[in-house]
């Protein structure tokens, strides 16, 4: 029995070592591990890479856009078993192209299958919501290769092509590329589909239908044919054109909607007929609130009155969309671009930003802009709310939500502050760039839930994978090809059983202190001229919270905990003023307490309430998370840079300066 066994192993692992020396790696271009930064990073025209010869740091970039041939250049003794070609991309634009391959001259297209990926092998691109990974496998003809010098050519497609008219955003980025050989193995002629059910309904004479996609791929050529569906005792068929060297087609069909799980059939004509069994899920109906919306930096982009002027700006432009386009919504980040506004526009044009944000159509948020709560005092971070309750009052406008832009991660008191202070809802958009916290938990795919603070009190949260989501999904201006081939990927965050709601937010549309695109007001409503679903809604932020509320608000999870300061350390660029504010915040208190009690004294004595309001407004921007311009780190003498902190500096001197002017005032009475 022993006798056996051994021969048995023996047996086994004389087969493996055969097996291992049979396969053998021709060639690699880079390492699979979901990052590019082993390229050049300067994109190229044309590429000609020689295997041996070529540097992979210096002669490969690790971008490559549309209609640009990377080619690689490799010599083989002999052509003979099995070959495979590897392609590891990342999907880094609005658009998922599809790679045309040709070997020696003769090739065709294969389609690239994203998966939705929050490994920040590409730190620039790791935030973005359609970060993706696709990899193809391509059984090579063997017949195309050759003894002595062969050329493989890579090229990005559009597969539809561009509609007329629209701006193509659309390349990948490469993780790797192989080519392996198998000894072992010889190559099969043999045809494969892959069957997919889409997030796209279309309305049809009354009939809903789901576009399903069929992927067939031919390992050598096949001519034109038909492909048919068969679901439910029912026939659907497509003409699907051959192919002449080998390569895959997309046949598209359109079938009425279904419930669940079932089913069914491809039958593939060209050549000789195949049947290939099926199973088929019927996608969620999805809506999406589009929630329009620039990003407030007081400062960085440019200098911060510059960015004053630009962000009342922007809600003009966005009432003259909002009349224009009556479905329009717009979404400020701070209640100080209504400030600005206010202080700087006619009593008309004032008056009609406030009636659009009494009717619901504009919307101002709870905060006075985008602070970091882990280094705000939590005085402080309660201050921050009174301008937006003021203006609210004063004006008679909502004061239900606060959201916060950019700054990943907050302080487990927020949820409590924003609560006692009437606040029911809390929108998150979280640049992931240096802080991981996305990375490890991922709190888009939990949203929307309940955030508890310490004192019990909650808010509903939605947390965002970054913000400007329109830009970075769609493209600006937006492009409907780019929302048909991103959507599939940021809703791959959403589409487990264990995410009840038929809605997610698409938070922001374009990039911080810019000027708002016209398009952005009507590429929805173009989208559903041609698609039930997903339906594209344009919002406020409390638009989407009413609905997420009123119909899964009892079901929505609820956590307690602090999400860790991560860009508070960029406050120690600065530690010298950052340490006189932290005296104001606490010396501020005391001022107050002491001009109280000579009024308390004498009720002829009052505070200086002007002053007060300096004084905190100077604190919350000095806590606001823009430290210094967009250039300082490689421009540190930069004007920008310099006046820029010169400005944030002056809000600490300022306040220290006032609250002592306070105190001496309060003694002196």
Sequence with gaps: MKSRLIASLVVLLTFSACAAAARRTVWQIGTFDESPLEFSSEPQDHIDFEIGKSDVKKQWSSYQAVGHPYRVLFALDAAHGRYLLKIGALIVQPRVPALRVEINGQGGTFFLHP?????????????????????????????????????????CVNDPPDTPGEESSSGIAYDAISLEQDNGSS?????????????????????????????????????DGIAELQMQENRYQSKMPGVNDFGERRVSFEVPEWPGTIKGKLRVTGGRARTFGITLTAERKWTLFVVPHTHLDVGFTDYQGKVAETQSRVLSQAAELIHQHPDFRFSMDGAWNLQQLLETRPASKAEEILNLLRAGKMAMPAQYCNVLTGYASLETLYRSLYSAKALSREYGLPFEYANITDVPTYSGSYPSVLASSGVKYWAAAANNYRAPLLFHEKWNEKSPFWWEGPDGRKVLVWYSWAYLQVQTLFGLPPSLDAVRESLPIFLQAYSKPSYKPDVALIYGTQVENTDLYPSTATFAGDWNKSYAYPKLKYATFPDFFH???????????AYRGDGA?????????????????????????????????????????????????????????????????????????HDEAVKQLRVKDDRAERASLEIEDVMNRSLSQ
């Design 115 to 155: 998966k939705l990926s929050y490994f920040p092998g590409d730190v620039e691109s790791s935030y973005h919501p359609n970060n993706s990974q696709a990899s193809v496998a391509i059984e090579i003809p063997p017949a195309l290769l050759r003894a002595g010098p062969n050329i493989i050519s890579l090229t």
């Design 187 to 223: 190559y099969g002629n043999t045809t494969t589909v892959d069957v997919r059910p889409t997030i796209f309904y279309r309305q049809v004479k009354g009939k809903l239908l789901e576009t399903v996609d069929a992927f067939v791929r031919f390992s050598g050529s096949s001519p």
């Design 547 to 557: 609905y997420v509320e009123e119909n899964y608000g009892k079901d929505l999870p």
């Design 565 to 637: 300061p991560y860009w508070e350390d960029g406050i120690g660029s600065d530690a010298s003023f950052a340490a006189e504010d932290r005296q104001n915040q606490s010396r501020v208190l005391s001022a107050e307490i002491l001009s109280t009690v000579t009024h308390s004294l004498d009720t002829n004595l009052n505070p200086p309430k002007g002053l007060f309001t300096d004084i905190w407004r100077n604190i919350i921007l000095f806590a606001e998370h823009t430290w210094l311009s967009y250039n300082s780190v490689v421009q540190p003498d």
